[in-house]
């Protein structure tokens, strides 16, 4: 049997050889060992799995996408439906690989890692997670299937917020990721878009006294992001120190909220929440 260190060693090689399927499967030897994973296993666990569904999820949205043209020639120009039909075909065949790994990943939450799971941390990433896989899940499924992932997606995205709520600072990159996925929940798939401002207005809104802090500097638009802020490392009242990559992931983080309430709409939220998952 390999050992931890081992384990991770080739989780790592996996990584940079781009070999996420093989990665899933060293990463899931460490998951059923029964013991916590760190925060350094977690952060694997979650690419592994991020980088076996972003690449399915992408191909998928190019067929719906090839789909509706090909549709769209067969009820103008009388064509054959034999290609719509391919399409179709490959697009199941895409979904049921998608059901295989977030069912999977939904799983090895459920039945392993929020059991072992002791830190505010890592019980607020692993409900985030699956409120994302439930998500994903919905962005596919019938119309019959969609009630069972929005529920699911609700509740975990719910308590993973009452976790982070209570015990998580605002500035944790972790409670910033989380509101920002919970809001394009809400305005994507409950199609509520006061709801979802409210909620990433209201992190906003704490987090104002803290930026009010920090050292801006303007600079010229970089699609899709307005603004690029010059963070210093040493800010607030007792002079407190951010991680290097904490700071990395709340600049970013603030970026997104930035361009979101400067524009007044959510429609840049897709492209922002991809990076956070």
Known sequence: MSTRVDLIYMIKLTQITERFEDMVNYIKQIVHNGQELSSEERNLFSVAYKNIISRRRTALSVLSSIERIEEAKVQSQYVSQNNLKLIRSYKKKIEEEL????FDILNQIDCHLIKTASTPESKV??????????????????VDQRKNDIDSALAAYSTASNVSNSELKTTNPIRLGLALNFSAFYYDVMNDAVQAYQLAQLLLMMLLPILNKLKMRKAEMQPPLCNQLEITQNYGPKNLMMKEVE???????????????????????????????
Request: aromatic letters at 26%; glycine letters at 4%.
């Open 99 to 102: 059901n295989q790994y977030c």
């Open 125 to 142: 990433l692993l409900h985030k997670m699956k409120g994302d896989y439930h998500r994903y899940i919905w962005e596919y499924a019938s």
């Open 247 to 277: 700071l990395k992931a709340f600049e970013n983080i603030f970026k997104s909220f930035f361009y979101l309430f400067h524009k007044g709409q959510f429609i840049q939220l897709r492209a922002f929440y991809t990076k956070l998952q």
